[in-house]
């Protein structure tokens, strides 16, 4: 299947343009007449209420179980659509009397709106007309895609694993923070070298592969990266903070909780809590 095109894209996708012009618009009349189509194709006219106010289209469906898009239209909003517009989708390669099958979603400000399907059969080498209509919908679910083993769910897409489009099993994609990673993993994992991203806690870059903290390895348990420099602090340690050690603070000379520095409760016990008494 080939779809015609303009070079131009927005989010990895690409729009579809025709005759030199946008694929959408009442401009296309003079493309329509089935003796002149180039080649099998399917002429998409939307019909939607007014009162949705859509600016843009995301084109998706298959053609004989090969897959279509996801295409935007236009690839800028730049002004509201009109009912009737249209769009032509080139299919030279399907065979005669093929099911096709045509989603698509209507944006206003980026958000989903509208959504309809309209189905079918091709016509080798002749354009066929198919009406979709769009009904009030709700937005989709952005944070799980279905169909998409190894990419990743961005605004209700499947995206390609990437260093700024994490993860895999469409799963909601993660943008790595490159102070805490190198890279992201075949596995859909922020990584540092082959090890998952640092912890900002312990480490304050990802450096060659390895956590770093200053010019130290990563800060063990209990032990903050600050100024490049591991200390004991409120933010690493549950117990109590003994000089620059993080120690559990139920000991009579070593009480304390979050953080604190530890405190000698001399004859009395170190309750729960972290309490002298």
């Known amino acids: 299947m080939i ?5 131009a894209s927005v989010a990895g996708w690409r729009a579809p343009w025709l005759c030199g012009v946008l694929l959408l618009g009442m401009l296309l009349g003079g493309c329509r007449d089935a003796k002149k189509a180039s ?3 399917l002429f998409v006219t939307i019909d939607f209420p007014p ?3 859509i600016d843009q289209l995301v084109v998706s469906g298959s053609v004989d179980g090969t897959g279509i898009g996801p295409y935007v ?6 002004r ?3 009912n009737g517009e249209t769009f032509r989708i080139l299919v030279p390669s399907a065979a005669n009397s093929v099911p096709a099958e045509v989603t698509v979603e209507g944006l206003r400000e980026s958000s989903r709106v509208a959504l309809g399907t309209g189905s079918v059969e091709t016509r080798k080498g002749y354009e066929v007309e198919l009406t979709v209509r769009l009904e009030p919908a709700s937005p989709p679910d952005t944070t799980f895609c ?3 083993p190894t990419g990743c769910c961005m605004n209700g897409y499947c995206a390609v694993s990437t260093f700024q489009t994490c993860g895999t099993g469409g799963i909601s994609c993660t943008a790595c923070n490159p102070a805490t990673a190198d890279a992201c993993s075949p596995d859909g994992f922020c990584a540092c070298g ?3 991203a640092c912890n900002p806690v312990n480490a304050d870059r990802c450096d060659k592969g390895r956590c770093r903290c200053g010019n130290r390895d990563a800060c063990g348990p209990g032990l903050e990266c600050v100024s490049g420099q591991c200390v004991c602090s409120p933010a690493s340690c549950s117990g109590c903070c003994d000089g620059n050690t993080c120690v559990a603070g139920n000991q009579r000379d ?7 520095t530890c405190k000698n409760c001399v004859f009395q016990q170190c309750k729960a809590g972290g309490v002298c008494g």
């Open 146 to 148: 279905v169909d998409c």
């Open 254 to 260: 070593r009480c304390g909780t979050n953080g604190a």
């Open 39 to 41: 080649g099998t194709a």
């Open 73 to 78: 239209l236009p690839e800028q909003p730049e």
């Open 194 to 196: 082959s090890a998952p």
């Open 3 to 7: 779809w015609r095109f303009r070079n």
């Open 51 to 53: 009162t949705l106010f």
């Open 80 to 82: 509201l659509l009109s």
